[in-house]
């Protein structure tokens, strides 16, 4: 992902202060929990970011994105077997068992371990798209917003 301004950075730590003050009236919500993880992982506050989707995984198992997000998070901590397996397991949702995707190098998904540095590669391209994906999951109106007449002017 690119690098964040000052105002995004601002905004990002907002709705994780918001997150976590909604959590203390709601401390079991779901989806509270998965925002505050989404947000942890933009922060690169990657371990927490793996807690919280920890606890998401463990009461809702049938959701591909938290297994996403949790892989991109042991992505950025170099934990590459980790995060393959997560991603693995996050198509095998999404796939119902069927996960052998045509786009990947043949093999890819037969192994939890790293063969080498493009499995590497192919896994950070992967966990890019998933991760834009999950964002518009938990924030559908994201693509919707408007341009700002500062951002049409700078087009």
């Known amino acids: 992902m690119p690098e ?3 105002a995004q950075y601002n905004m990002l730590l907002q709705m994780l202060s918001a997150c976590d003050k909604k959590l203390l009236e709601f401390p079991g ?9 989404l947000m942890n ?3 690169e506050n ?8 920890n606890r998401v995984i463990k009461l809702v198992s049938n959701d591909s994105s938290p297994y996403f997000l949790r892989a991109d998070s042991y992505y950025h901590l170099k934990e590459y077997t980790k995060s393959k397996k997560d991603l693995i397991a996050a198509y ?3 796939n ?3 996960f052998e995707l045509d786009y990947l190098p043949e093999g890819f998904m037969k192994s939890n371990e790293i063969q080498n540095d493009d499995e590497i590669e192919h896994l950070r391209i992967i966990l890019d798209n998933r991760k834009k994906i999950a964002l518009l999951k938990y924030f559908p109106l994201v693509e919707s917003f ?3 007449k500062k951002t049409k002017a700078a087009k």
Not at 30 to 37: K, N, P, T
Not at 46 to 53: E, L, N, S, T
């Open 146 to 148: 408007p341009l700002s």
């Open 92 to 94: 095998k949702i999404e």
């Open 41 to 43: 992982n933009l922060l």
């Open 96 to 98: 119902k068992g069927d």
């Open 29 to 37: 919500n779901m989806e509270l929990i998965a925002i505050r993880g």
């Open 4 to 6: 964040k301004t000052f």
């Open 46 to 53: 990657y371990k927490d970011a793996i807690a919280d989707f």
